[in-house]
């Protein structure tokens, strides 16, 4: 029989970080979980709605971030961050959008060519 020590260890330590969270956060104690779930949930489905394929000028474009398909979307997903703050989801099928794209990659360091 193997002992239950470690386990009443690991069960007390996270009730007191629950516990604590409250406190530490100033958010009331019933919101944690939803907060919590919430935030997993958004990681695990796509972040886009919808895409612009509009020309967006680089010029007001501050931070592109691709995210490819995978287990938590089927879709590859260009996000812009905007120089005014505004988020927008890129149709990465848009000429101008796989131009930046290539651009990124291309600019890249390649892990297998280092130093060669």
């Known amino acids: 029989m193997q002992s239950l020590f470690p386990t009443v260890i690991l069960a007390t330590y996270l009730l007191s ?3 604590s969270l409250p406190e530490a956060t100033g958010v ?3 919101e944690l979980p939803r907060m919590i779930m919430a935030r997993m949930d958004m990681e695990l489905r796509c972040q886009c709605i919808k895409t612009e394929s509009s020309f967006i ?3 007001n474009i501050e931070i592109v971030e691709l995210y490819p398909s995978g287990a938590q979307c089927a879709n ?3 996000i812009a ?3 005014d703050g505004h988020r927008v989801c890129l149709d990465p099928s848009a000429p101008w959008v796989q131009k ?3 651009k990124i990659l291309g600019s890249s360091p390649d892990i297998n060519n280092e130093g060669h």
């Open 17 to 19: 970080v629950v516990t």
């Open 28 to 30: 009331p104690r019933m």
């Open 100 to 102: 930046i794209i290539n």
């Open 81 to 83: 961050t905007l120089k």
């Open 76 to 78: 590859m997903e260009v």
């Open 57 to 59: 000028h680089p010029k």
